[in-house]
């Protein structure tokens, strides 16, 4: 049972345009998102992280959006760089737990 | 500031064998994760520590995972005996305390069990 999902396992965008990663949940409990990124040989390092409360949550050229009625989150990333190339996760948390249910993960590539 | 340490950064061993893993949180930090990640999964959590008590083990296999955090700071995962399907990066994190939502992950611990 996949509770959070990111359903693109890959993403190509050129530097310089918009990048939007999604995720979808299905747990209407989970109230606190966050996305975490990963290099090759290194752990997830936090990006930024949305309540339920706010749709949306900015942080220089990355943004969150939260979509509660769909259950969906988006991660904008404007400009795109080369260095944001990585692996991107969401990950979901229901209120007072503090576990995170994470998604399978989507690479992007920036090209130059 | 130091980040988590993890190590060995890479182990194989066959399988019905033994391993273990060593995880040192960031300084002051009460809590402390291990999670598994399987080739094109995200990370799994396996249990969480908070100073040296367990918060959530519900999804540790216990019949052949174990995991001590005896002074609360550094922890170990052990597994014993190995199968095919513990094959993946095990991960620790930690946090400044179990009410914190940003966790700090370590360069994980690549296992492959032949």
């Known amino acids: 049972d996949q509770q959070v999902k990111q359903n693109s396992p890959s993403l190509s965008v050129q530097e310089g345009r918009i990048s939007i990663l999604n995720c979808d949940y299905t747990?209407?409990?989970?109230?606190?998102f966050l996305w975490y990124k990963k290099y090759p040989a290194e752990g997830p390092t936090f990006l930024i992280s949305i309540s339920s409360i706010k749709d949306k949550n900015e942080d220089g050229r990355f943004t969150v959006f939260l979509n509660k009625s769909a259950k969906h989150l988006s991660l904008h990333i404007v400009p795109s760089q080369p260095g944001d190339s990585a692996v991107y996760f969401c990950a979901a948390s229901v209120r007072g737990t503090y576990k995170y249910i994470f998604g399978t993960g989507t690479r992007l590539k920036v090209l130059a | 500031e130091a980040g988590v340490a993890q190590s060995p950064r890479y182990k194989i061993i066959e399988k019905r064998q033994s391993v273990a893993f060593w995880c040192n949180p960031i300084s002051g930090h009460a809590t402390l994760y291990w999670y598994q990640q399987i080739l094109g999964q995200g990370p799994k959590l396996l249990i969480q520590f908070q100073n040296n008590g367990v918060v959530d083990d519900s999804q540790l296999p216990k019949d052949r995972f174990s995991a001590e955090r005896l002074k609360g700071v550094d922890s170990t995962l052990k597994i014993q005996p190995a199968k095919l399907e513990d094959s993946a990066v095990y991960l620790c994190a930690s946090s400044l305390d179990h009410s914190s939502y940003e966790q700090y992950f370590g360069p994980g611990t690549r296992l492959t069990v032949t």
């Open positions: 747990n209407s409990m989970f109230d606190y």
